[in-house]
């Protein structure tokens, strides 16, 4: 006998009744953070998104309706780029619930709250490593020069790089998660492949870090003086040990003094202060 579930993994193409029920999911998931609260987070507007596909599935105004709404209203928070992913499974998993109650054959609802809670924070360190240490830094790294020139192609390319992803991102993971079903998320969870996507994205993050450091920090000393007859300039010699090494240090310090929850507004006062004395001795310039 075939599984239903495995069928959806293997089918690859939305019909039109699909495709207008990812591209609401789409749409109704951007105003995920619309109400959020200490007790339930995002769990209110979850419920919110899901209310149209819900009525879809059981019918407006029935009990199994109010029951399946007030599954969602569960307390849920989760990275706003991945929700799309966790609901398109969700509502895959109502409509199984659905089926196997109009064919008589059991179902764990309680699996459906379950499985939205194990994959919520998971997903949310993915989606923080993908948007914060990746996507906003790519997208920093490849207009912060044109920016810096004064050019407007700077902020519309940091639009440009910044926005197409996350569409991408919130599409992808709405079909991916509706057509997958719940047999590739318990595969995923027990391969550990959750915890080598949110390691590689996190080391790629601070390559990324790195080399706009290396780019962008400009910090070098113009320190020489004569000793014995010899030419010592301070800066050649900072070079023969590692190249940037100024830039490297300066920013471990703000990163060491800001990772202290410190106010950032000092921490650029302190750095322009710094920047006048040395200039003024002589020391950088």
Known sequence: MTNPTETKVLSTKLDKKERKLLWKLFWRSNYLMFCASYTKQQGITYSWVMEPFLENIYGKGTDAFYAAMARHQDFYNTNTGMNNFIAALTISMEEENKLATDNGT?????????????????LAGIGDSVYLSVIRVVATGVALGLSQQGNILGPILFLVVASIPNALIRWFGGVLGYKSGGAFISKAMKSGSFNAITKGCTVLGLIMTGAMTAQFVTFTTTFSQKIGGTEFNLQQILDSILPGLLPLTLTMLCFAYLRKHNRPVRALLTVFLIA????????TG
């Open 106 to 122: 059991p179902f764990d609802e309680t699996s459906i709250s379950a499985l939205k809670t194990a994959l919520m924070g998971p």
């Open 276 to 283: 006048i004395i040395l200039t003024v001795l002589g020391i």
